[in-house]
């Protein structure tokens, strides 16, 4: 029994042969913002993400969504798309007529904006209860938690009056409450298996070096580039040897527009140190192997002249002395015809083929 329990234990900590306890937390979030310029003007803007990647975009007149990729449905009906869609135009038509009606009470300024981010996450394969927070001008203003609305103490009192009256509405709190614990968990997990392929693909990454803006007399930045891969968490550093060096300095992680990612890692040192160094990259891509880029000290102008400008000249000058003697050589020489201070007659005159001059 001892030794059966220790197998279950082992099975357990290394995650056993599935495929699903492989997967690293995930999250899909729809991020609704409505900009309120004056009692008249309000725009909305919407999108959904998977993680970083967005999957959906939004018309904000017909409230229709976009889908920005192939597998961006998921697993849900037609019906059932259309059924959220309009939850959500319902609400971008209905919510700004209540901050409109209480801009006062709420101590509102015109322009101001509220956004909204209602959410799931996804653990081992297995999707959690969803979230829903709403914020004013980027601060926190209240949540939906359990089963009712939680103001934020970031929010002071117009978080406390926007929250009471959104308890009032029974309706609009149930729907909230399917939203978050039914359609969103059962989306998320659809949409990861119907977008398998295209989240699970690994994508090598391409990498070169360049010189950046000399940080000052003496010293070079090396600038290391990696772009191309995917997924996104990479290692790069500048190394010397086997020893990463200190210093080295690293841009955000930016999307490229395929998906793919890219990082710039740079690195300053003096002139005289910069021969040895090396950029190492490693990425699940790879396949274990080290992507390792060895830096090169470029070489002066002064020599670049030397080496292809000279030779150039050289055999510009060579070629124009050929010509010269060749058209020297080859010129036409004309000495038979008569002198022009000896009259000849029509009968002694002689006429010259072309062809013998």
Partial sequence: ?????????????????????SQEPISFRIILTTSFYSSSSTQ???SAWLDELQTHGWNNKTGAFRYLQSWSKGNFSNEELLEVQNLFYTYTIRSPSTFHNHIRDWHLEYPFQIQLVLGCDSHFGEASAGFLQLAY??????????????????????????????????????IVHKLLFDSCPRF????????????????RPEAW????????????????H???????????????????????LYSDILPNTDGTWYLQVSLDVKSKEAAGLSCRVRHSSLGGQDMVLHWEQPHSMGLVFLVVIVPLVLLAGLAWWLWKRWKAHWRPQCTDFPSEQEPSSPASSTYLNPAQH
């Fill in 226 to 248: 990696v772009s191309g891969f995917y997924p996104k968490p990479v290692w790069v550093s500048w190394m010397r040897g086997e020893q990463e060096q200190q210093g080295t």
């Fill in 1 to 21: 029994m001892l030794f059966l329990q220790l197998v279950l234990l082992a099975v357990l900590l290394l995650g056993g042969d599935s495929e699903g306890d």
């Fill in 188 to 203: 998320l997990l659809g949409l990861l298996d119907a977008g398998k392929a295209y989240l699970q693909r690994k994508v």
């Fill in 137 to 174: 001008q980027g601060s926190d203003l209240l949540s939906f938690q359990n089963t009712s609305w939680r103001p934020s103490p970031e929010g002071g009192s117009r978080a406390q009056k926007i929250c009471s009256l959104f308890i009032e509405y029974h309706v609009f709190s149930e």
């Fill in 44 to 46: 909305n803007q919407g």
């Fill in 209 to 224: 070096l360049s010189a950046g803006s000399s940080p000052g007399p003496g010293h070079l930045r090396l600038v290391c």
